[in-house]
């Protein structure tokens, strides 16, 4: 944020420079006829600065008669004229209701929202901000910007924040509890948001927040697995804490049973062609989910496996799928988690093997379908 309003003062420095210089004795390609008007004009505008350094106007006062003078420029002054307006109009006044509630519909009172009223063109934003919930979840925006970020949703019993957002949200890596969403002025596309919708307190932008359950002993994890790309299987086990007993080549007691299969004669890394990975529980099941969260196992609606099969030249090939979701259970439920993959089987493919990466995982060993960490974070 700093160096964007670094950014848009050195801007505006060069374009007020421009125009003093523009408008000064210096000027050869000015008619001498209109000269005289220049010089006027240059000084009416010196003069205003001035009494805004000491505070005699307001920014809304500053910016009417600033474009009065400019009105006075000739015609051989419009694009200069223009360039000014855009870097010193004013931006449209923003009122923006949201609420914030949890997954069981309860509102989230006192929580903190961070905004960002955000600037068009040269001119400055509405800068950034932290308003509060109400008992009843609402919190109310009022700043001045072409477009409106939300960001940081904090509080000592949430544990992150989801946006409905026409966006694909689920493909981010980023952080939850970071997320952000964007509103513009208008909603030309199917992909905008537009803060207009949310003027009024019925109309309020929904929130969803995950609120912490009761830590039961889930932990989390991440690894990247490479296999033969053969078909043979491999067994995984999520706790082991060293790589060569996490992987084990063939059928063992563990959390899955992995396998993958490629063509072997790539000769570089845009040589794809048909694959297949599939990844089983041990006793147990997997299903794929939309939950940013992934705080809790659910109870039922678990398949013995998934499975990709992509061929060459169908019109669902695809040389890797990332950014999958998934609840798992295992070892006749004394285990669940979730998974946050990818499936890269071209990554090695000199070393002729493919990639299968458990990208970040939780799970709980003890039985509990409860997945919320000790630290109370989710990465």
């Not at 010193?88 to 961070?114: C, H, W």
């Not at 940081?152 to 694909?168: D, F, L």
């Amino acid at each position: 944020m700093m160096k964007k309003t670094l950014y848009i003062f050195i801007v505006l420095l060069v374009v007020g420079a421009a125009i003093f210089w523009y408008l000064s004795d210096k000027s050869q390609s000015v008619h001498s006829s209109i000269e005289p008007e220049l010089v006027s004009i240059k000084k009416d505008l010196i003069a205003l600065q001035k009494d805004k350094k000491n505070t005699q106007l307001t920014e809304k006062e500053h910016l009417e008669k600033t474009h009065e003078i400019l009105n006075k420029l000739p015609d051989t002054h419009k694009r200069l004229k223009h360039i000014y307006k855009i870097a010193t109009s004013p931006l449209p006044e923003i009122m923006f209701y949201g609420r914030l509630i949890d997954q069981y519909e309860k509102p989230v009172k006192n929580a903190s929202v961070g905004y960002t009223g955000e600037n068009a063109h040269l001119s400055k934003g509405g800068g950034m901000g932290i308003v509060k919930t109400d008992d009843d979840g609402y919190f109310i925006i009022n700043t001045t910007g072409a477009a409106l970020e939300l960001s940081g949703v904090r509080h000592p019993e949430i544990e992150a924040v989801s946006y409905e957002a026409p966006t694909k949200n689920m493909n981010s890596t980023r952080n939850v509890r970071e997320s952000t969403i964007r509103f513009l002025q208008h909603d030309n596309n199917e992909y905008s948001l537009n803060w207009r919708n949310h003027t009024e307190k019925n109309k309020a932008y929904i929130v969803r927040a995950n609120r912490l359950g009761e830590y039961q002993g889930a932990v989390k994890g991440g690894t990247t697995t490479y296999h033969n790309l053969d078909g043979r299987q491999y067994t995984l086990s999520l706790l082991e804490k060293k790589f060569k007993r996490r992987v084990k080549e063939g059928v063992h007691d563990g959390h899955f049973i992995v396998s993958c299969t490629r063509k072997a004669t790539m000769k570089n890394h845009r040589d794809y062609g048909d694959w297949t990975t599939t990844i089983s529980p041990i006793n147990g099941g997997i299903q794929e989910t939309n939950d940013i969260y992934m705080s809790e196992a659910p109870a039922s609606g678990y398949k013995p496996s998934i499975s990709f099969d992509m061929k060459i030249g169908s019109d669902d090939y695809e040389f890797r799928v990332l950014n999958r979701r998934y609840y798992f259970t295992a070892n006749n439920g004394e285990t669940y988690g979730s998974l946050f993959m990818h499936f890269e089987p071209h990554a090695k493919y000199k070393d002729k093997l493919c990639g299968i990466s458990f990208n970040k995982y939780r799970i709980n060993p003890t039985g509990s379908r409860s997945l919320v960490l000790k630290n109370s974070t989710i990465n």
